[in-house]
């Protein structure tokens, strides 16, 4: 998969794609990354990319030019072309389903505001999906674009050791993961449940299930309704 980010802070991802997971998984090609810097697209002498709106409102616009000639400048294969993935608050919210989806596709091309906002004709002319990490309002789309890259490419087979580890997270099966323990067994007085270490494989199972409930039901009980659906699709 490719994975080119449009961004008018490129260094602030040096961070996050030379660490850890995401550093092997460039490293093995499991998954190509590219940063382009939008700036390098403006026509105007001091490399601006934001003006005014019409007709006035508060703060500045990220100019319509500097970022079609941008995505225009992506090399994309014909039979595979890129989706636009605009980052924005009034993008639809990511969830785990959306990564998942969005890490079978082969290209993708993350477009990080700033300011105020687009000039509309991003949006007419692209016909980007736009996306949200959430109901709150962050400087810019950098740190939303992080958060599509590292939980999308996590999902990409093989970047992940075990692969089981993306099958029983939060989520992934529309309910909270259910506690975990390692060793030791007794720390500052507390205990590792005894059915942990009972090896009995099927009510060990109904243990982690039942706990995955009470968790769901306690912290997250909006989840219950989508958790009721999967197992019924499931059943
Ligand atoms: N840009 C600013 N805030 C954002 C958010 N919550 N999600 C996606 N992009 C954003």
């Not at 382009?36 to 019409?54: E, G, L, Q």
């Not at 998942?100 to 477009?111: D, F, R, T």
């Amino acid at each position: 998969m490719r994975i080119d980010i449009l961004s008018l802070f490129p260094a602030m991802f040096k961070g996050i794609l030379e660490s850890s997971i995401l550093a092997i998984a460039l490293e093995k090609k499991l998954v190509d990354i590219w940063l382009t810097d939008i700036r390098n697209f403006s026509y105007a002498s001091h490399r601006n990319v934001d003006d005014r709106p019409y007709a006035g409102g508060p703060g500045m616009l990220l100019k319509p030019e500097p970022i079609f000639r941008a995505v225009e400048s992506i090399p994309h294969n014909p039979e595979h072309p890129p989706l636009y993935i605009l980052l924005t608050p009034q993008g639809e919210v990511f969830q785990q389903k959306t990564a998942l989806e969005l890490s079978q596709k082969e290209h993708l091309v993350l477009i990080c505001g700033h300011y105020e906002g687009f000039d509309e004709r991003i949006r007419l002319g692209l016909k980007p999906r736009e996306i949200s990490i959430g109901d709150y309002v962050l400087t810019g789309g950098e740190i939303p674009a992080m958060v599509l890259v590292d939980s999308i490419a996590r999902l990409i087979p093989g970047v992940l050791g075990d692969i089981e580890s993306t099958e029983h997270e939060s989520f992934s099966n529309g309910l909270l993961e259910y506690p975990q323990y390692t060793r030791p067994p007794v720390f500052r007085g507390m205990e590792v449940p005894e059915i942990l270490y009972s090896g009995h494989h099927k009510k060990i199972e109904e243990w982690k299930k039942q706990k995955a409930l009470e968790r769901t039901i306690l912290r997250r009980p909006d989840l219950m309704k989508n958790a009721a659906q999967n197992s019924g699709e499931n059943a």
